[in-house]
């Protein structure tokens, strides 16, 4: 059975640091793109970044461009998510998804697997 498996949320001040961590089991994930999405109370689960099984060419969305970084552990079949000078308004649930296809792609539907969520909380 699949399961991806999130660590590494917390209590953060604005402009500090957390490294986010999936480890996925129960299958290989080396051919297929690995995404991070968030969801705040109240609103919908949206993209935040994402990386295909060739890691060339990563994909962020716009609001965190430039401060958070994705990288992947293809032999430990995990997905990191680096995130630097956090603010408030980055305060949400963290999912990590294996999708259905090498490409990292920014859309919930093109993911099949996710994980149960890690809870990123940055204070002002």
């Known amino acids: 059975q699949v399961q991806l498996v999130e660590s590494g949320g917390g209590l953060v001040q604005a402009g500090g640091s957390l490294r986010l961590s999936c480890a996925a089991s129960?299958?290989?994930?080396?051919?297929?793109?690995m995404g991070w999405f968030r969801q705040a109370p109240g609103k919908e689960r949206e993209f935040v970044a994402a990386?295909?099984?060739?890691?060339?060419?990563?994909n962020y969305a716009d609001s965190v461009k430039g401060r958070f970084t994705i990288s992947r552990d293809n032999a430990k079949n995990t997905v990191f998510l680096q995130m630097n000078s956090l603010k408030p308004e980055d305060t949400a649930l963290y999912f990590c998804a294996a999708g259905r296809s090498p490409v990292g792609a920014s859309t919930v539907g093109a993911y099949n697997y996710w994980g149960q969520g890690t809870q990123v909380t940055v204070s002002s």
């Open positions: 129960g299958g290989t994930f080396s051919r297929n793109g």
């Open positions: 990386i295909g099984w060739s890691t060339t060419i990563p």
